[in-house]
Antibody
Framework: EVQLVESGGGLVQPGGSLRLSCEAS????????MNWVRQGPGKGLEWVSS????????YYADSVKGRFTTSRDNDKNVLYLQMNSLRGDDTALYFC????????????WGQGALVTVSS | IQMTQSPPSLSASVGDRVTITCRAS??????LAWYQKRPEKAPKSLIYAASTLQPGVPSRFSGSGSGTDFTLTISSLQPEDSATYYC?????????FGGGTKVEIK
């Protein structure tokens, strides 16, 4: 059974940093592109970033480019999202997802990690 | 690629047939997925490749279309289908979602 479990969310001040983790199990993590998607309060779903299986290709939404960094550890089956220079509009529930990227097939989602940016 | 969903919301009765449409601003082939989203919950994947049902999804959900015009149909609306539905293109980056269709039960 595919399982994705996010952690690392919390309250952070504007300009601060936070790192989210997503622990994966139930599939061969190192073979798949992984993704981050978020949903702000009262807003729709917004793609944040995708990282290829070998980390050679990484893509970002314009809204986070230069501030967020996606990485992965295929030995530990963990996906990361390092978020710097956080702003109020980064407040959202952040989801880790498998299969939603280009070429994806069956898709699975974590339960989400809440990030609140506020002073 | 811009994704436009319609209608933004709808209200229907249990047992009704419900149709949601999604239009892409350019040809995306069959690279289209549909999701169900309830507040504070993870998205639930319904369909990918425009018409392939995700394992475990009830057969009352179906998808159709290719190119720029796509449809999600719920053949017989159930109370548990009350949610917001999103389409998503995965033809190219940046991945983009439609604005959502909120489905309410009368």
């Amino acid at each position: 059974e595919v399982q994705l479990v996010e952690s690392g969310g919390g309250l952070v001040q504007p300009g601060g940093s936070l790192r989210l983790s997503c622990e994966a199990s139930g599939f061969n993590f190192g073979f798949y592109t992984m993704n981050w998607v978020r949903q702000g309060p009262g807003k729709g779903l917004e793609w944040v970033s995708s990282i290829g299986a070998s980390s050679s290709s990484i893509y970002y939404a314009d809204s986070v480019k230069g501030r967020f960094t996606t990485s992965r550890d295929n030995d530990k089956n963990v996906l990361y999202l390092q978020m710097n220079s956080l702003r109020g509009d980064d407040t959202a529930l952040y989801f880790c997802a498998k299969g939603v990227g280009v070429g994806g097939t069956e898709r699975y989602w974590g339960q989400g990690a809440l990030v609140t940016v506020s002073s | 690629i811009q994704m436009t969903q319609s209608p933004p919301s709808l209200s229907a009765s249990v047992g009704d047939r419900v149709t949601i449409t999604c239009r892409a601003s350019q040809d995306i082939g069959s690279s289209l997925a549909w999701y169900q989203k309830r507040p504070e919950k993870a998205p639930k994947s319904l369909i990918y490749a425009a018409s392939t049902l995700q394992p475990g999804v009830p057969s009352r959900f179906s998808g159709s279309g290719s190119g720029t015009d796509f449809t999600l149909t719920i053949s017989s609306l159930q109370p548990e289908d009350s949610a917001t539905y999103y389409c998503q293109q995965y033809k190219s980056y940046p991945l983009t979602f439609g604005g959502g269709t909120k489905v309410e039960i009368k």
